[in-house]
T-cell receptor, first 114, second 117 residues
């Protein structure tokens, strides 16, 4: 069964600190992995997308890593800001269907305190 | 900023009413999707479309229907709303790619928060 598991479920950090969010998946055959940021009551916004051959990708203070062998990914946030408070969703796409089906994790709810 | 729009943002209606949630994108994307998301839960695919006159049901059973008469427009209709339909509905689109290898970005609308009383 294709699944995406994220940890931790929620995380509270102080402004300026770094944090790392984890994603494990069983989706096969793998096509790509995406990290999205979703503010409360809004639609998800893409942060990074990585294919099988990519190990790391950065977008400003966000750095995603991918280990396709162990089927794990992480999202590292550097020097957190209050505006980073949101749900971070790991999304894995398969290449075994015409749709390139997207499998969503439940997200990690990040809260940044001043 | 993604050019994909959903209306209304919030909707409170009575049981038994017929409603249509609108979704439009101006990016010329062939693929469009509807997802349902409950608080703190993952997104579940309820409908998708590859292009005009192409619609398919997703993973999550839904009593809603969709149509794709124009590339830019993908409305979702509930013929008779019930309290169990209370949820957030998210529309998305992507440019698509070759069969089974879509590495293009999916853009999401802001969502419609539906409450059926």
């Amino acid at each position: 069964k294709n699944q995406v598991e994220q940890s931790p479920q929620s995380l509270i950090i102080l402004e300026g600190k770094n944090c790392t969010l984890q994603c494990n998946y069983t989706v096969s055959p793998f096509s790509n992995l995406r990290w999205y940021k979703q503010d409360t009551g809004r639609g998800p916004v893409s942060l990074t997308i990585m294919t099988f051959s990519e190990n790391t990708k950065s977008n400003g203070r966000y750095t995603a890593t991918l280990d396709a062998d162990t089927k794990q990914s992480s999202l590292h946030i550097t020097a957190s800001q209050l505006s980073d408070s949101a749900s971070y969703i790991c999304v894995v796409s398969d290449r075994g269907s015409t749709l390139g089906r997207l499998y969503f994790g439940r997200g990690t709810q990040l809260t940044v305190w001043p | 900023e993604a050019d994909i729009y959903q209306t209304p943002r919030y909707l409170v209606i009575g049981t038994g009413k017929k409603i249509t949630l609108e979704c439009s994108q101006t990016m010329g994307h062939d693929k469009m999707y509807w997802y349902q998301q409950d608080p703190g839960m993952e997104l579940h695919l309820i409908h998708y479309s590859y292009g005009v006159n192409s619609t398919e049901k997703g993973d999550l059973s839904s009593e809603s229907t969709v149509s794709r008469i124009r590339t830019e427009h993908f409305p979702l209709t509930l013929e008779s709303a019930r309290p169990s339909h209370t949820s957030q509905y998210l529309c998305a689109s992507s440019a698509g790619g070759n069969k089974g290898t879509d590495n293009t970005e999916a853009f999401f609308g802001q969502g419609t928060r539906l409450t059926v009383v």
